[in-house]
């Protein structure tokens, strides 16, 4: 990858999380932040697959996702609860 390509958008997280909390974060939570968005994200789109499948669905639909939400937040213990 080279050095200019950005893996993820760090400015955008910080002030995210800043609107959200009214507080700025250390050097590094950003990253932990965004890992932990797309592990979320990962199985949020895993048990929609599954839900669509359940239901004979071809594509992943708005319902399987609505559907899977509950599932897929089973896992998060976050800080913004």
Known sequence: MAP???VYPRGTVKKI???????????NADILIFL???L????L???AAIQSKQAGE???AAWSVK???????????GFLH
């Open 40 to 43: 979320f994200m990962q199985s």
């Open 17 to 27: 999380v800043k609107a959200h909390s009214n507080l700025n974060i250390s050097k």
């Open 45 to 47: 789109v895993k048990e």
């Open 4 to 6: 200019s390509q950005k």
């Open 58 to 60: 071809r594509n992943i």
């Open 36 to 38: 932990d968005y797309a």
């Open 67 to 77: 559907k899977a939400t509950p599932v897929s937040n089973r896992g998060v213990d």
